[in-house]
């Protein structure tokens, strides 16, 4: 959401003004403080929170005068996962510790770095009254933005339900994941944001009508709780000092580094296809773009230099093993390069613009022609391939816009959406038949067949 909110300020008398569920999946593209809900009444000063403290603990804060709050031991640094939030507020229990129940995915949380009950009976202030009532960002949307993605958001007046009631373990991957109908009773100033109308993200499904003013500019994603796409990872980042935007699937390098970044995603069988959009450069064309199976160890390290990672060149080589060969075309600011990966003959190609360079054709199997031939992941270092980015030059940058199935690049959507054979993913070209999005369902998929 980055600098975008949601905001509601006018609500009617609650249900019940000390029994509340909250219940929302958020993923995060970056770390460090972030409102996920803040509740201000300007008239008290009284400030309620659910957020994402600078330690990346999870914080809620509960303030009637008084702010009664628990923050978690755990800290949530996992750039590439749904994290599933439930907080049950019921201030009528007799014991202390029963009137807060933190859940994430699932389980009940009960390490707090510190933690201060409310008295019985306290009231809350959560989506009540007049107060400024934002989502992803605090009060007015005048700062602490959330950073990243947000699913099936439920605010329960006047009752207070456990985790189960909003998600449940997948019976075969063994992965927390959520129920799209539960059976709940909304109460007067309860409300369902789905996010799946992108023309109205702040619309109500609960049959409340109580819906969310759109602060901003917002990008509808594919990526949900149930299927998670790639995208590059900014928690690899080490040695690169890129700089991540648009759910991360946007890198701009850095301008003194030139070694790579990598995808969150990777894979060691089956047939996978992802696009990258070289977006602008400071100077000349010095992409790289490709795989690999290397961890970087330095800033000057680029994608190539090692013996287990490929890379597609701007001047139409490939680089592998710290050597240049010819391979095709080159390429400039607004090519899209497509990468088919196909680890079931270890085999590479790669495509400019819908067009697969070396006369390639990755449904050629075994015969693999016009490809790379790379190493079988079981005998790399890591054991799995990632896609890679590279600006091969210490004194310019440049920005690419990955697409690993999500249909955009940076904000704008693809234009033809090519779609693969199992149907997961939206593309700008003709994805080749057997090959799949990168993301863990497919993954799922190839494990499974």
């Known amino acids: 959401m980055a600098s975008t909110s949601l905001s509601r300020n006018t609500w009617g008398t609650a249900t019940n003004d000390k029994i509340f569920t909250m219940s929302v999946w958020v993923k995060r593209s970056g770390l460090g403080y972030q409102q996920i809900v803040n509740s201000y009444d300007g008239s008290t000063g009284n400030d309620n929170q659910l957020k994402?403290?600078?330690?990346?603990?999870?914080?809620?804060?509960?303030?009637?005068?008084?702010?009664?709050?628990?923050?978690?031991?755990?800290?949530?640094?996992?750039?590439?996962?749904?994290?599933?939030?439930?907080?049950?507020f019921d201030s009528t229990q007799a014991t202390d510790s029963n009137r807060y129940k933190l859940y994430i995915n699932g389980t009940q949380e009960t390490s707090f770095s510190s933690v201060s009950y409310p008295p019985q009976n306290t009231t809350?202030?959560?989506?009540?009254?007049?107060?400024?009532?934002?989502?992803?960002?605090?009060?007015?949307?005048?700062?602490?933005?959330?950073?990243?993605?947000?699913?099936?958001?439920?605010?329960?007046?006047?009752?207070?339900?456990?985790?189960d009631t909003f998600g449940e373990t997948d019976s075969t991957t063994?992965?927390?994941?959520?129920?799209?109908?539960?059976?709940?009773?909304?109460?007067?100033?309860?409300?369902?944001?789905?996010?799946?109308?992108?023309?109205?993200?702040?619309?109500?499904?609960?049959?409340?009508?109580?819906?969310?003013?759109?602060?901003?500019?917002?990008?509808?994603?594919?990526?949900?709780?149930?299927?998670?796409?790639?995208?590059?990872?900014?928690?690899?980042?080490?040695?690169?000092?890129?700089?991540?935007?648009?759910?991360?699937?946007?890198?701009?390098?850095?301008t003194s580094q030139y070694t790579y970044n990598t995808s969150t995603l990777g894979v060691s069988s089956g047939k996978w296809y992802c696009e990258i959009e070289y977006d602008a450069t400071t100077s000349a064309d010095n992409a790289l773009i490709g795989i690999t199976s290397e961890f970087s160890t330095a800033s000057t390290e680029e994608l190539g230099d090692n013996s287990n990672d490929w890379g597609y060149y701007a001047t139409g080589e490939y680089r592998n093993n710290n050597s240049w060969s010819s391979y095709g075309n080159t390429y400039t600011v607004g090519d899209i390069i497509g990468i088919a990966l196909d680890l079931d003959n270890n085999k590479l190609y790669f495509s400019k613009n819908g067009t697969w360079q070396n006369s390639g054709d990755p449904t050629s199997g075994a015969t693999g022609t016009g490809a790379i031939s790379i190493t079988d992941p079981a005998s790399t270092n890591i054991g799995s391939y990632f896609i890679a980015i590279c600006h091969f030059d210490a004194s310019s940058n440049g920005t690419y816009k990955t697409n690993f199935g999500n249909?955009?690049?940076?904000?704008?959507?693809?234009?033809?959406?090519?779609?693969?054979d199992d149907g997961i993913g939206i593309f700008e070209y003709?994805?080749?038949t057997g090959y799949r999005a990168l993301c863990t369902k497919s993954i799922n998929a190839e494990e499974y067949d």
């Open 174 to 254: 063994g992965i927390w994941k959520p129920k799209t109908a539960p059976s709940v009773t909304y109460g007067t100033n309860g409300f369902f944001l789905k996010f799946e109308n992108s023309g109205a993200f702040g619309t109500d499904s609960s049959g409340n009508s109580n819906t969310f003013t759109v602060n901003g500019t917002m990008t509808q994603t594919i990526d949900t709780p149930s299927n998670v796409f790639a995208t590059m990872n900014p928690l690899d980042n080490y040695y690169n000092s890129s700089t991540f935007t648009n759910g991360n699937n946007t890198v701009q390098t850095g």
């Open 430 to 432: 003709d994805v080749p």
């Open 52 to 88: 994402f403290q600078s330690t990346d603990a999870i914080e809620l804060t509960v303030s009637t005068g008084t702010e009664y709050f628990l923050k978690t031991n755990r800290l949530f640094r996992d750039t590439s996962a749904w994290y599933h939030i439930v907080f049950a």
């Open 124 to 163: 809350y202030q959560f989506f009540r009254n007049s107060n400024a009532n934002n989502i992803g960002s605090q009060w007015g949307a005048s700062g602490g933005f959330f950073n990243g993605q947000m699913a099936h958001f439920h605010f329960i007046d006047g009752t207070a339900y456990d985790a």
């Open 407 to 420: 249909g955009y690049f940076g904000t704008t959507a693809v234009s033809s959406a090519q779609n693969p």
